[in-house]
Structure formats: C-alpha cells, structure tokens
C-alpha cells in the first residue's frame, strides 16, 4: 500500500503522540466501503500510534437531512459502527460533534475572517449547489467547510485522515487557520496548522456501475454503492453486476480499464496483496471470477462489523455512556483552544 502523504516517521508518533481527528456524516443508515478503505480503515491504525479524536459529524449533516426520527437513529448507528469497525474509545476519544458547542462557537469566529469569494470556490458546495438551484440550496451548505475548519482546529490537529475529496477542504482549514494566527498575534500561535493524511492508491474507491466517479452516499442510485451494513447475498449481487470493459485481462489500468482497476484496488486493500500478484493471481481467469473473489473478501471483512454494530445498537446505555465520556474529553481540548482564540480576538470573557 502507498505511503499517506503526510510526513510523520514511526519514532517521532512514539515519542511524542501527534493528534489526528477526523470526522464522518451519518447521513446514511450505513456507511460506505469509499468510507471505509478511504478513510476509516487509516482512523484505526492511528489511533494506536496518534492521540486521536474522532467524530460524528451530525450538525453537517443537518445540510442534508430533515426527518427528526432518521437523524437521531444515524447519528448512533454511525457511532456504533465505528467502534464496531475498530475504533476503541480506550485509545481514542469518539464523540458527536453537536455535544461539543464550541465548534459552533469557533465556526463563527472562522466566518468572520472568511472571503466569500474563497468560500463560493469550495467544489463541493459548486457542484451541490449547481445541481439543486439557488433558491433550494441551504446557506449551511456555503459556510460547511467553515464549520470542518472549526472541527480540525479546535482540537490542534496535526494530521487528518480523510479521502481526496476533502482535500480542498483541509486547504482551506489550513488558510483560516494560518490567516488567524497572523492577524491575532499571540506569545504562541492559536491554532496549529494541520495536514492532510491521504493514503493515494485508497484516496477514491469509485462506483460500481460508474468505475470513473466517487462511490458516495448521496449518488441517485445505490447499486454501485457496497454499504457496510448491507446484506451479504445483496454485497455478492452487487459486485456480480459491477461494470467492467469489454476485455478479458485482469490487469490495472485506470485509464482504459477503470471498473477492473477499481475492483484491483478494493481488493488489494483488504488482502494487502500487490496488484503484481493480484494480476498473477488471476491469470487466465475471467472478470466473473475476480468479481466473486472481491465480493467475498469484502463479505468477510463487512460481517463482524455488521455483527458487532447490532449488538452496540442493542445497548443503548452502554454507547451512551461511551459518547458521554468522549464528549467531555472532546469539550475541554474544545474549550481550551476556543478561550485562546476569544482571549487573542480580546473577546471579553468570564473568570
Ligand atoms: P463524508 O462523511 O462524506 O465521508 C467520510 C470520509 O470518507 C471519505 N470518503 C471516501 N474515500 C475514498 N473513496 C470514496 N468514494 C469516499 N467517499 C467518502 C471522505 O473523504 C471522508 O474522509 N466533510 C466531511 C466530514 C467532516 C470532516 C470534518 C472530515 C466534517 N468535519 C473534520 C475531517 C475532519 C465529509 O463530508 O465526509
């Protein structure tokens, strides 16, 4: 697997424990298999060497969501989920984001020192927006990256893993960031200016009957879209119905072959195979066989997690009391940093 971009060497973690913090929408019963190998799968491996802060993101979801009864029922079945897919609220703190109000409180501040122009070049918010028309686009979609930065800043991140997508996002995080620091100058710098952790060859696991575009939550059709709650026999059906070109070779090659190099890619990442030995592996086989080969991996990995995220659903106290705890460890890093920037801004504050 490609190392992430990021810089970080094995015995500086040890030592001196960088943050990450990262953050996810439950905009959707289920997470994704993007999620998953694009940025989860990173989430667990560093919360063994990082101080990590993770997140359900609830208050961006509420740009897309509206129904009360769904709301709630996914913002705790993403946090189930993660701690079903391996993050351990031992070593890492998981919260939900609405419970820390100081992202609100900061995302503000951020708005303040925000170009408008800068904000309108968000791709995300153009393509959305271009999409939905002016008059049915939510002001809260604009200022969304704004309220990412003052998720990632509050907590004096130094890394944060994501996929490609949030690239243009962790930017700006880091201009608003660095543009506070040298307006507001203090002994020390307010914020810490973080970097984005994205792993190239999992960085955009695409769809599987659209090989060239993101596999995402909120595509018109879920057939190309492997959920990680769903069914093993619908996973199967899904991947048996993948599109792929017209030849026969299983051979990686983006640009002429992207519905065989997705799959390529899917399945190096949970085998942790070389596409070198995933293309000998596959020889004179057909798409057929490797379809069935990744759905089944894809299946073993899915199915203790799907498992294990009923059984946390089925104890609500139990992952209550787990938020709980992560919120108020969330709130006093929160806290600190949101206290020095109002303090560097001459905010006048109690005590
Ligand atoms: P979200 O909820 O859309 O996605 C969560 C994570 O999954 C990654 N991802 C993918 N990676 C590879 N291939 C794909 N097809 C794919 N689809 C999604 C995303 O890059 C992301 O890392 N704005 C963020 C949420 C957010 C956040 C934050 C992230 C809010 N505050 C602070 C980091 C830090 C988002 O919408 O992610």
Redesign the pocket.
Same mark, same amino acid.
């Given at each position: 697997m490609d190392q992430p971009e990021s810089d970080f060497s094995g015995s500086e973690i040890i030592l001196s424990k960088p943050r990450v =913090?990262? *953050?996810?929408?439950p905009?959707h019963d289920s997470f #994704?298999l *993007?999620?998953y =190998?694009?940025? =989860?799968k990173q989430w667990v491996q560093l919360q063994d060497s990082h101080d990590a802060f993770y997140c359900v993101?609830d208050l #961006?979801a509420l740009t897309v969501e509206t129904d009360p009864k769904n709301f709630k029922h996914r913002t705790l079945v993403s946090a189930a989920q993660l701690i079903a897919l391996g993050i351990d609220p031992n070593k890492s703190t998981l919260f939900i984001q609405s419970q820390v109000p100081a992202h609100n409180q900061l995302a503000w501040v951020l708005e303040c020192i925000t170009g408008f122009g800068e904000a309108s070049r968000m791709t995300q918010f153009k393509d959305k927006s271009q999409k939905a028309g002016s008059d049915r686009t939510v002001v809260g979609l604009f200022t969304?990256p704004i =309220?990412?930065a003052a998720?990632?800043l509050l907590y004096q991140a130094e890394f944060?893993?994501?996929?490609?997508?949030?690239r243009q #996002?962790i930017e700006l995080t880091r201009d608003l960031g660095q543009r506070f620091n040298n307006t507001f100058k203090t002994s020390r710098p307010v914020f810490k200016i973080p970097q984005p952790h994205i792993v190239k060859s999992?960085?955009?696991?695409?769809d599987l009957q659209e090989p060239t575009a993101?596999?995402?939550?909120s595509s018109a059709s879920m057939s190309g879209v492997v959920e990680m709650l769903e069914p093993a026999d619908s996973i199967m059906k899904k991947f048996k119905s993948a599109v792929t070109d017209a030849g026969k070779e299983i051979k990686f090659s983006e640009k002429d072959k992207a519905g065989i190099s997705n799959l390529i890619t899917i399945y190096s990442a949970l085998t942790g195979k070389t596409h070198d030995q995933i293309e000998q592996e596959f020889a004179g086989k057909g798409y057929g066989d490797f379809k069935i080969k990744v759905a089944e991996v894809v299946i073993e990995t899915f199915a203790p997690i799907r498992t294990k995220t009923n059984d946390l659903l089925s104890d609500p106290a139990e992952l209550s009391k787990i938020l709980k705890a992560g919120s108020a460890k969330a709130n006093q890093v929160a806290n600190q940093t949101l206290s020095d920037a109002y303090a560097a801004l001459g905010v006048v504050q109690n005590g």
């Open positions: =913090l990262s *953050g996810i929408q905009t #994704h *993007g999620n =190998l694009g940025a =989860l993101v #961006h969304y =309220l990412q998720d990632i944060v893993p994501v996929g490609e997508d949030q #996002h999992i960085a955009k696991i695409n993101k596999m995402s939550k």
